[in-house]
């Protein structure tokens, strides 16, 4: 196992806990949006999306830029990595999110009256925890489809015939696009890892349930490998990247 895969694993998940986490604490926690949900709900999903865009192009020709157990499943089931591989992109994941969650919460707990139990930590949550009261059934539906979503984008822009070059943008958007729908539903999370840092320092209904962050999106992930196969077996001829220039007579 290359030490250095796993250091950017892990570097590369600390790091969207920290910033796109801690957007989602000043949103929801310290109310620097004001009272509207909406705004905090955009600010948030922005920040996923494109600090998953900047990782994807820095980090990405090292690892592909996993940054998600999730993704790692993907890439697992899809045959495209090892297991021991992908034993090591988890364990660096895991370790990088609790960094992160670590770093921000050091961080904020420097500002006046911030208090982890009253302004959270960006912690993924259902029944009361959720915006719209969404139960342990729909907070299951909406973190599988969520993640389907996401991985399937993920696998099917990182194939060897796809554009390499674009393949941040859709990763970005993507994830972009399941957190609005999904901040208000449970959080988002889509990511074990991501789930797990911010639950370990909030502790109660967080920590209690994590099992649903962890288990859903896996699922969500292994669905999205099968269904990538399914439609893209073997190898396809990469797309032209020019058009044809027009026959003249």
């Known amino acids: 196992m290359d030490v250095r895969k796993l250091v950017v694993e892990g570097l590369g998940t600390a790091c ?3 910033f796109a986490v801690g957007v989602a604490t000043l949103s929801f926690g310290f109310g620097v949006t004001g009272r509207s949900l909406s705004a905090g709900v955009v600010a948030t999903a922005f920040a996923f999306g494109l600090v998953l865009l900047a990782l994807a192009y820095a980090l990405g020709p090292i690892t592909g830029c996993h940054v998600n157990p999730a993704v790692t499943l993907g890439f697992l089931v899809a045959k495209r990595i090892s297991l021991n591989e992908a034993i090591g992109y988890w364990v660096a994941q895991v370790v990088g ?12 707990e420097a500002a006046q009256g911030y208090s982890t139990k009253r302004d959270g930590l960006g912690a993924n949550g259902f029944g009361g925890q959720s915006m719209v009261g969404l139960g342990t059934g729909g907070a299951l539906i909406a973190e599988v489809a969520m993640t389907f979503l996401f991985v399937f984008v993920v696998l099917t822009v990182t194939r060897r015939a796809a554009w390499p070059q674009l393949g941040g943008v ?12 999904g901040i208000p539903l449970t959080g ?31 699922v969500g992930g292994a669905l999205a490998a099968l269904l990538s196969d399914y439609l893209y077996p073997g ?5 032209e990247t020019m058009a044809e220039e027009p026959v003249t007579t």
């Open 170 to 181: 859709a990763i970005g958007l993507a994830l972009t696009t399941v957190h609005l729908i």
């Open 16 to 18: 969207l806990v920290f």
């Open 97 to 108: 999110a609790i960094v992160g969650a670590g770093v921000l919460r050091l961080m904020f």
């Open 235 to 239: 190898e396809i001829a990469a797309p």
């Open 188 to 218: 988002t999370s889509v990511n074990p890892a991501r789930s797990i840092g911010p639950a370990l320092f909030v502790g109660g209904a967080a920590l209690s349930q994590l099992w649903l962050f962890i288990v859903a999106p896996l």
